[in-house]
Structures are given as structure tokens and as C-alpha cells.
DNA sequence: CGTCAGGTAAAAA
DNA sequence: TTTTTACCTGAC
């Protein structure tokens, strides 16, 4: 099947937003399971020109209860398809500190999570931690404790809901204790086991608030400022992370996560390379951008990495 | 071997 | 209230 929209796959995906993992490139398609009405689906997309995706899709046992438009609207919801671009991109003209974002992000969109508790779970765990090491400890949990599907084309698991994962050990300590094993070392059923380092607690904590009195959808339906208000209060989750979430979990579009990158990028663009608060950051970045406020983060965000204004920006030996 | 990674929470000022 | 500091871990 043929989707009609631009956007360019690769960087979308290799962008390393923060609500799921990098889907699975087997061959030119990325990979990624979702689940349809409950139907477990292997979405299957590729391209070969930024005017347009090829996707095509796999069931478990040859699962008939899913047709064409079903799968295109998944995707389109994922890739976030329907947001307009060009207008975006004249947004970003208007701004002569902006406009050069567009030609170093040509065609790059929101990958939008599908699970709203894994998209909890995987901003968490990227918090003071590199992309490679979160997604692999993220990839690491769903394989141990989702539930796998056998495709054509591999397994695929998904991420576990609350309640399992705030049953697993937090680390190999309680894991020993529990199961009185001699060798510590044979305990690799914990968090800490998938590489979480010290946000194995946050992650444990979370997921029993999640498991208990917070469903993650209701965040969905609140307003902005009501969703980052209930979410700051969760272990492990301060304003970034949590904005993380709303933009990149959830599609909050007027969220501005700001982190030391884009503190120094806007200081630098806007403010005269002076040294202000993140938090001042934030505000600026909403206040400013409005409902284009995650977009141009992710822009920015891209751009300075792109065009070398990263490492100019990055202090020397300190 | 030190340093560092798209921060957060807890201690200290 | 605002500013430091410790923190898992594996890649470089």
C-alpha cells in the first residue's frame, strides 16, 4: 500500500524521540508491532521517495480480521501523517533563527508511541542516559516481560501493562532475597538486570502508581497543564521527562521539553549565549511557539545536531 | 582508566 | 526558594 504523505522515514526513526524504541529494520522496511482492536499487527513500512510511504503489514496465523484502511490509519496515527508540514514550515520562515531548521529536517515527523505506558517508561529511562543504552533496556523488558507474537518475519513482544512490570524485582538483591538463590550473580530477572541503572526504582515505583491508581490513559483526556502537573509527580519524572511524554507519548503538540541541549540552544539563538534556567526555557519555548512548541524542539533539536551548532555549543574542557 | 550521556531527587546553602 | 551533588552503566 501507498500513503501520500512526505516525510522522510529514516530520520523520523533515527531521530531518538523518546516514547519507543527505534522500530526493527529488517532489510529497507521498519518494523514495529502494534496492536488493532486488540489484534496483534506487524507494521511493516519503507520508502523510497520523501513524497511517500510503502507499508505493508503480517498477522499471527494468518489473521484475517484486519483490512487496508485499518493498517493505513495506524500508520498515519504513529507518523502523525496528518499534521501539515508545509505549514509548519512556514511557521518556521517566519523566524530567521528558525528558518534554517527546515532544509537539515526536511520531511521529519512526530513517531508518535503507541503504548502509553511504555512511552512512560522509555522517557524515564532516557533521563541522563544515552539513547543507545535506554532503547536497549526498554527492547530487554518487553522481551522478558511482554508477550510475544510469532510473525513470518520474527518474534515481536510487546511492552508489558503496569501490573507486571511492578510485580518484577527492582533489583538483583530482592530478587535473591525472594527466591533465597546462592548465586547473586544467576539473578537476572530484575530491573537493574536490563541496564536501568539507578532508574530501576523510578521504573518500579511507577509502574506500581500506574498498576494501582493511575490508568496512563486518563492522561490522555486531561488538558495540558493538568496532565504535567500528575505526571511531575511520578518518581523519576521531572519537568523534561515529563514533557517527553506529553509530546512524544501522548501528542501534547504545545509541549517544549527542554534539556541541556535545547538550553543552549535557545540561549544561544535567542538570548545572547546568556546562561538561563531551564525552566525559563521551557516557558519561552511554549510561550513562544505555542502549538508548534514540540515540533520546533524536535526541529531545533535535529538542527544542532545536523549543522555542527552542537559541538560549537558544547563547552571545552571543563 | 576518566569522561560522558537530551535529568532527577535529595541535601545543602 | 535556589543551588549543588550523587547517581547506574557501558561505550569511548
Known amino acids: 500500500m501507498k500513503l501520500n504523505y512526505k516525510i522522510n522515514l529514516k530520520l523520523t526513526q533515527e531521530s531518538g ?22 489484534i496483534p499487527i506487524l507494521l511493516k513500512v519503507s520508502q523510497n521517495s520523501l513524497d511517500y510511504l510503502e507499508t505493508n503489514y503480517e498477522t499471527v496465523n494468518n489473521n484475517q480480521n484486519i483490512n487496508e484502511k485499518m493498517i493505513c490509519d495506524e500508520i498515519a496515527k504513529i507518523y502523525d501523517l496528518n499534521f501539515d508540514l508545509n505549514k509548519f514550515y512556514k511557521f518556521l520562515s517566519k523566524d530567521e533563527k528558525l528558518k534554517p531548521t527546515i532544509k537539515f529536517c526536511n520531511g521529519l515527523r512526530l513517531f508518535l508511541g503507541q503504548n502509553n505506558f511504555e512511552s512512560i517508561i522509555s522517557s524515564i529511562s532516557s533521563a541522563n542516559n544515552s539513547i543507545i543504552r535506554w532503547t536497549k533496556s526498554i527492547d530487554t523488558i518487553s522481551s522478558k516481560w511482554g508477550k510475544g507474537y510469532d510473525f513470518p518475519s520474527g518474534t515481536f513482544y510487546t511492552f508489558p501493562i503496569p501490573k507486571i512490570l511492578s510485580n518484577v524485582y527492582e533489583d538483583e538483591i530482592a530478587e535473591s532475597e525472594a527466591y533465597n538463590k546462592e548465586m547473586i550473580e544467576d539473578c537476572i530477572n530484575n530491573l537493574k538486570a536490563c541496564g536501568l541503572g539507578y532508574r530501576a526504582s523510578y521504573v518500579k515505583k511507577s509502574s506500581e502508581i500506574f498498576a494501582s491508581k493511575l490508568n496512563p490513559l486518563d492522561i490522555k483526556y486531561m488538558k495540558y497543564d493538568e496532565a504535567f502537573e500528575t505526571l511531575i509527580k511520578i518518581p523519576g519524572v521531572g519537568s523534561k521527562v515529563a514533557d517527553c511524554i506529553l509530546l512524544y507519548g501522548y501528542g501534547f503538540m504545545e509541549a517544549f521539553p527542554s534539556d541541556i541541549w535545547i538550553k543552549r540552544i535557545i540561549s544561544h ?19 513562544k511557539f505555542k502549538k508548534y512548541a514540540g515540533y520546533t524542539q524536535l526541529y531545533l533539536f535535529h538542527y544542532a545536531r545536523k549543522s555542527g551548532l552542537m559541538s560549537k555549543l558544547k563547552p571545552k574542557n571543563k
Not at 516514547?19 to 486488540?38: R, T, V
Not at 545572547?272 to 516557558?283: M, P, S
Open 17 to 38: 524521540q523518546t516514547s519507543q524504541a527505534p522500530w526493527k529494520l529488517i532489510g529497507d522496511e521498519y518494523c514495529g508491532l502494534s496492536l488493532i482492536n486488540e
Open 269 to 287: 539563538l535567542y538570548f545572547d549565549g546568556e546562561d538561563i534556567k531551564v525552566e525559563k526555557v521551557r516557558e519561552f519555548g511554549m510561550e
